[in-house]
């Protein structure tokens, strides 16, 4: 079966760090992106991993451990305008097919 | 100038109907994507098509049926829509490659009364 878990819901301070886990069990794994959406609106790409290791984009980083089936989204500098949720999916199979997890509603205080 | 776009933004409508929905990219990609995401927010593929082409087709009821008449536009018939159609609706395309990145489109919010 295919199956992605992230937290449903956590709180961060602005200013300050949080890291956002996800993991999964899929028949097939070619890569993992991190989508980020604001309520009312379409998802948006923030970050792929295909190998293991950390990818960095600016105050987002995101990393893959592929034998581990695990993966964290980690934002720095926390903003107000980070409050949003962030949705990890995994290419599994063939054409390019996203399996999403039910998505981390962050929210972020002064 | 909109990447993926769709319309309507916003459709109510009774059960019973059939309406359906448009989308549209400019972004000179070859693979479009129709996904559905519940009231739980989860974001399901439904269909994608790829230079007009169908190539994926989850289990959805056969009320739903997409169309692609070029790989610019895909849009989406639905047939006598039930509660449980109730959705927001996402269109998505990629390019080629290796990473293939989807871009979503604004997504058109169906309510079926």
């Known amino acids: 079966g295919q199956n992605i878990d992230q937290p449903t819901e956590m709180t961060a301070t602005e200013g300050a760090i949080v890291q956002i886990n996800c993991t999964y069990q899929?028949?097939?794994?070619?890569?993992l992106f991190w989508y980020q959406q604001h309520a009312g609106e379409a998802p948006t790409f923030l970050s792929y991993n295909v190998l293991d290791g950390l990818e960095e984009k600016g105050r987002f980083s995101s990393f893959l451990s592929r034998s581990k089936g695990y993966s964290y989204l980690l934002l720095k500098e926390l903003q107000m305008k980070d409050s949003a949720s962030y949705l990890c999916a995994v290419r599994a199979g063939g054409y390019n097919k996203l399996i999403f997890g039910a998505g981390t509603r962050l929210a972020v205080h002064p | 100038d909109t990447a993926v776009s769709q319309t309507p933004k916003y459709l109510v409508t009774q059960m019973g109907n059939d309406k359906s929905i448009k989308c549209e990219q400019n972004?000179?990609?070859?693979?479009m994507y129709w996904y559905k995401q519940d009231s739980k927010k989860f974001l399901k593929i439904m269909f994608s098509?790829?230079?007009?082409?169908?190539?994926i087709n989850e289990t959805v009821p056969n009320r739903f049926s997409p169309k692609s008449p070029d790989k610019a536009h895909l849009n989406l018939h639905i047939n006598s829509l039930e509660l449980g159609d109730s959705a927001v609706y996402f269109c998505?395309?990629?390019?080629?490659?290796?990473?293939?990145?989807?871009?979503f489109g604004p997504g058109t919010r169906l309510l079926v009364l």
């Open positions: 899929t028949s097939g794994f070619n890569g």
């Open positions: 098509y790829n230079n007009k082409e169908l190539i």
């Open positions: 998505a395309s990629s390019a080629g490659g290796q990473q293939e990145t989807q871009y």
């Open positions: 972004l000179g990609h070859d693979t």
